[in-house]
C-alpha cells in the first residue's frame, strides 16, 4: 500500500493567509494525488484530482502541484469557510489510502 | 447528482448489519462505486469497491472476507452487507462515487467525486 506523509499535521491561519500543506508518497506516484476537504460533521468534498486539476464549482484559490513524491495543496488566500481538516490521498493503485489529514484553524 | 446512505445503527460485536447507498442524479451503472468509512475522531479509511456491473469486488484488508458489497443498478442502489462486526468497525460509512477516466467505459480512478452525508454504525454490547 502506498503511505502518506501528510504536513502539518494541524496550522493556525488567520483569514487572507496563504498556507501550504505538503503530502509525501512512500514511493512514486506520478500525479495520481488528491486533495479532499472535510469540515465538521460533514463529508469530504474533493477539491484537487490529478494534483493540480481544479474539480468543477471549487473556488480558484485552491491550487495544487506536485509530481513523484512530493506534492502541495495550496490556499491562496485563507477564507473563513476554509477553516476545516484537509487530507491528500494517493490514487495510484487499490486499496487507497488517505493522509491522516491537516486541521487549518483559525488563529 | 447524489448518494443518500442508510441503515447505520448500534449492534452488538459479532452481529451482522447490511447498509445501503441510494443514488440519483447520473447514471448509476456507469460507476464504480465505494465504501469509505471514518472512525470517531480519526481520519478516512478505504473500505471496498465494485465495479458498474457489480461482477468485481475489492475489500481492503481489514474487512476482507467479514464485509460484502454488492448493487442492484435496477434500483440505483449499493449495499455493504457487514458481519462479525467488532468495535473497531464502528465509523461513519460513507458511500462515494468513482469519478471514472474518461474514454474507459468500465474503469476506475480512484478519485471520489460525490459523497453521501454518511451513516454510523456503533458496534458495542
Known amino acids: 500500500d502506498i503511505q502518506m506523509a501528510q504536513s502539518p499535521s494541524s496550522l493556525s491561519a488567520s483569514k487572507g493567509d496563504r498556507v501550504t500543506i505538503t503530502c509525501r508518497a512512500s514511493?512514486?506516484?506520478?500525479?495520481?494525488l488528491n486533495w479532499y476537504q472535510q469540515k465538521p460533521g460533514k463529508a469530504p468534498k474533493l477539491l484537487i484530482y490529478?494534483?493540480?486539476s481544479l474539480q468543477s464549482g471549487v473556488p480558484s484559490r485552491f491550487s495544487g502541484s506536485g509530481s513523484g513524491t512530493d506534492f502541495t495543496l495550496t490556499i491562496s488566500s485563507l477564507q473563513p469557510e476554509d477553516f476545516a481538516t484537509y487530507y491528500c490521498?494517493?490514487?495510484?493503485?487499490?486499496?487507497?489510502?488517505f493522509g491522516q489529514g491537516t486541521k487549518v484553524e483559525l488563529k | 447528482v447524489q448518494v443518500v446512505e442508510s441503515g447505520g445503527t448500534l449492534v452488538k460485536p459479532g452481529g451482522s448489519l447490511r447498509l445501503s447507498c441510494a443514488a440519483s442524479?447520473?447514471?448509476?451503472?456507469?460507476?464504480?462505486m465505494h465504501w469509505i468509512r471514518q472512525a470517531p475522531g480519526k481520519g478516512l479509511e478505504w473500505v471496498s469497491y465494485?465495479?458498474?456491473?457489480?461482477?468485481?469486488?475489492y475489500y481492503g484488508d481489514s474487512v476482507k472476507g467479514r464485509f460484502t458489497i454488492s448493487r442492484d443498478n435496477a434500483k440505483n442502489s449499493v449495499y455493504l452487507q457487514m458481519s462479525s462486526l467488532r468495535a473497531g468497525d464502528s465509523a461513519v460509512y460513507f458511500c462515494?462515487?468513482?469519478?471514472?477516466?474518461?474514454?474507459?467505459?468500465?474503469?476506475?480512478?480512484?478519485?471520489?467525486?460525490?459523497w453521501g452525508q454518511g451513516t454510523v454504525v456503533t458496534v458495542s454490547s
Open positions: 462515494a462515487r468513482d469519478r471514472g477516466s474518461p474514454g474507459c467505459p468500465d474503469c476506475f480512478s480512484g478519485t471520489f467525486d460525490i
Open positions: 442524479g447520473f447514471i448509476f451503472s456507469d460507476y464504480y
Open positions: 465494485i465495479n458498474g456491473v457489480g461482477s468485481v469486488q
Open positions: 514511493q512514486s506516484i506520478g500525479s495520481y
Open positions: 490529478a494534483a493540480s
Open positions: 490521498q494517493p490514487s495510484y493503485s487499490a486499496p487507497w489510502t
